[in-house]
């Protein structure tokens, strides 16, 4: 068996995968809150209880900076040691990469039925390249080449945040009061989408029928909810810039790592937001799509390159454990 495991800063899953004919299947899956836990550790105590899984390889991704084999959790009161977990699980080492990379080693193992054609394009055998929203911000790529697959780690989501129009900019001027420097995860993330909120009922003078509460953990969800139920037109533009500002962060990590192998959306807010709940309107989908699309493909002189990369929506939460445990087999043969 091998065990793998995707920490967030909302949420960490465990799992166990067993290989078989099509690859890798995921045998149990556990979802813990991660702030309700002391450690990682104590969550993997947990997982495993009294029971003793023959492993025979372990995989991590971490949302946070991977240096000498230890991540300092950015969202999470954390430090996950590599040495601690391959004592704790009896293996001579477990692989330990960042959250997103993850994702990027899962790609490959996706069903079809676990992906969403967003962008057709053309499908190409170079780059594949992978951004993530949720609790926060992060991107990541395959660099598929004449060698061995290899994986790029990344801590993209905290660059500066770059502004297209003049929206945007009084944006960047109303979270530059809130928190000096903002990176792009400022806007692309759960709390991002909230600022964004929050910037638009303060540009609108405060006037909303029912304004929701952005002091709670469920704020992101509930703009979301407000957007694509058509109860809050200030939600719908929150939720549209918000897409817009994904979409131009999206087309400028493909072209940094010249992903012609395709684009994949991970992280639960593109498929919240771009597709939504069973039953949500063409209409909203036509928006949403649009909104996000026209700003990854607007490139100027690229913008041929960009319109040629196929973008897909990742519709499972099993990517990052496949591409955890994938990378964890792969690095046991070298």
């Known amino acids: 068996m091998i065990l793998a495991c995707d920490v967030g ?8 995968l067993a290989p078989d004919a099509t690859g890798l299947s995921v045998t149990r899956l556990e979802t813990y809150h991660s702030r309700e836990h002391a450690s990682l550790n104590d969550i993997i105590r947990h997982f495993l209880g009294d029971a003793s899984p023959t492993l025979i390889a372990a995989g991590f991704g971490v949302a946070g900076p991977v240096l000498n084999y230890r991540v300092v959790t950015t969202n999470l009161p954390w430090i996950i040691d590599g040495a601690e977990l391959s004592g704790l699980l009896s293996l001579s080492r477990v692989s330990l990469l960042n959250d997103v990379e993850v994702i990027a080693w899962g790609v490959p193992a996706l069903r079809a039925d676990a992906q969403l054609p967003l962008q057709v394009g053309q499908v190409g055998a170079g780059n594949v390249a992978v951004i993530a929203a949720g609790s926060g911000l992060g991107m990541s790529a ?21 502004p297209i129009d003049d929206v945007e900019i009084e944006l960047l001027r109303f979270l530059r009061q809130r928190f000096g420097r903002v990176s792009a995860e400022r806007i692309l993330s759960g709390p991002g989408l909230v600022n964004v909120y929050d910037f638009l009922r303060h540009a609108d003078g405060g006037v909303e029928p029912t304004p929701i509460d952005t002091s709670t953990v469920a704020a992101a969800g509930a703009i979301g909810a407000a957007a694509l139920s058509g109860e809050s037109e200030l939600a719908a533009r929150a939720v549209l810039l918000f897409l817009g500002a994904y979409g131009a962060a999206a087309g400028n990590w493909a072209l940094a790592t010249m992903a012609t192998g395709g684009v994949w959306l991970g992280g639960g807010i593109a498929r919240k937001l771009l597709e939504g709940p069973t039953g949500t309107s063409t209409e909203w989908r036509g928006r949403a799509h649009g909104a996000f699309l026209n700003r990854f493909r607007d490139k100027g002189r690229l913008s041929p390159l960009l319109h040629a990369m196929p973008v897909h929506i990742i519709m499972t939460d099993e990517a990052p454990l496949l591409g955890a445990a994938r990378f964890a087999l792969a690095e046991q043969e070298r």
């Open 142 to 162: 395959l660099l598929r080449g004449n060698g061995p697959t290899r994986s790029l780690a990344s801590e993209g989501g905290h660059v500066d945040y770059a």
């Open 9 to 16: 800063g909302t949420k960490t899953n465990v799992a166990l």
